[in-house]
């Protein structure tokens, strides 16, 4: 029966389909180019009343198939990708940026370029409005790419300047480039998002032709306007940019403060910690000890000797004042009952001894004055630094022997 066909045929379209799915996680391309094409075919003798159209998983699973596939050309995905431009109105420009991003990791960066020119010149009735967002994503990207000859212009003149080459055509070309690169990229980052290389590239722009505000303005906006997601590379961007134009620590450290706060583990934790222990405030000092706590907490920094030398600093310094011992004493509080497992082992004294001895030295302070003279970390780097007849380790040791009493008021 009709209805009995019907059923029969739409159950083989699925089972097709997942075999599709599976040959595509076992990475056997062949296989599903083979189901693909028999999905295709099945679609086409569709004779139920029912209207299918180019369905977008057949253009996600070619392009992902035709990318893989061993005997594959460029020729061919371009035929498709034309195919699936031509057959989904509603998802032309998607299929634009797909076949950009293709070309260009293929190193076809002219052809990437007059694709996205052609996309850009696309109109559809009703269909250019309802695809705002990604005519202005066809824009942004024409803009980078803009940014990219611009920048090649750039160094050509700046590395044969020296030279005393001039060469008017260059400059105009570099120019040109500039205000479209400039035009495009100023339109997508008002846009609240997360476009990163957008904002630094036309920063860089900014910045090479003197624009020093605008530039400061718009990194200013990218970090804290609150319609934007919270983005700790839009502090990270503001942080470098005031600290290459010299800015006063006060804006340096209102940059990081944020950018610890998001994320306390980021590598510029240390510049942090430093320019907050150079501090005269007693509580910029303070956070400077609960930042370089804080970064230690997680597993990337257990071996970072820049970190453990900043804490060891300055926890030898609160010892020796014998002030803010009650800073110590907070951050290890929440600490004492996983830090000494986490860090302070006798395995890790044996790996950290035989693989970095400057590290070793800077943990085996910090574990003494902690966890006192008797800590097993301590005790062993001590014991090996003294039998190696090495100067500091015995200081070291003198040091924490000395001071012994810290320990018994810290862990209270």
């Not at 139920?48 to 369905?55: I, K, L």
């Not at 596939?69 to 634009?96: A, D, P, W």
Request: glycine share 4%; with cysteine; proline share 2%.
């Amino acid at each position: 029966s009709s209805r009995e066909h019907k059923l029969n045929f739409k159950k083989s379209k699925e089972v097709c389909l997942s075999y599709i799915q599976d040959a595509m996680l076992r990475k056997q391309w062949k296989r599903a180019a083979e189901f693909l094409t028999s999905y295709i075919e099945s679609l086409e003798k569709d004779f139920s009343r029912e209207y299918m159209g180019p369905s977008e998983i057949i253009w996600r699973m070619g392009t992902e198939i035709l990318c893989h596939h061993s005997h594959s050309s460029m020729k061919e995905f371009n035929s498709f990708i034309e195919q699936m431009k031509t057959l989904g109105v509603k998802r032309y420009l998607k299929v634009c940026l797909e076949h950009t991003f293709h070309l260009l990791c293929n190193g076809l960066v002219d052809e990437a370029y007059e694709n996205l020119s052609l996309a850009e010149s696309w109109r559809f009735g009703e269909q250019t409005a309802i695809q705002d967002k990604e005519m202005k994503l066809i824009q942004a990207y024409r803009g980078l790419l803009d940014y990219y000859s611009w920048s090649k212009q750039k160094n050509i003149l700046l590395q044969h300047g020296q030279d005393g080459f001039e060469d008017l055509s260059v400059e105009q070309e570099m120019h040109s480039c500039f205000r479209k690169a400039a035009v495009n990229l100023k339109e997508i980052i008002k846009i609240p998002g997360v476009w990163d290389l957008f904002v630094k590239c036309y920063v860089d722009l900014l910045e090479f032709y003197g624009d020093h505000n605008e530039a400061r303005q718009v990194l200013n906006e990218y970090a804290y306007n609150s319609k934007f997601p919270a983005n700790p590379n839009a502090h990270v961007y503001l942080y470098q940019f005031l600290k290459r134009h010299g800015e006063s620590k006060k804006s340096l450290i209102s940059a990081l403060k944020i950018l610890h706060d998001i994320v306390p583990s980021h590598e510029l934790m240390i510049d942090f910690n430093m320019m907050l222990q150079k501090s005269k405030k007693r509580k910029k000092r303070r956070l400077g000890l609960e930042v370089i706590f804080a970064a230690l907490d997680y597993a990337g920094w257990k071996e970072n000797v820049k970190a453990w030398s900043c804490l060891a600093r300055q926890v030898k310094q609160i010892v020796i004042s014998e002030k803010h011992l009650d800073w110590i004493k907070q951050e290890w509080n929440s600490r004492k009952d996983w830090w000494p497992t986490f860090h302070f082992s006798r395995y890790l004294a044996k790996r950290n001894w035989q693989e970095n001895e400057s590290l070793s030295y800077e943990k085996a302070l910090v574990a003494g004055i902690l966890l006192g003279k008797d800590c097993k970390y301590f005790k062993y780097i001590s014991h090996q630094g003294c039998k190696a007849q090495m100067k500091r380790f015995r200081i070291l040791k003198k040091f924490v022997n000395k001071h012994n009493p810290v320990y018994l008021r810290i862990s209270g």
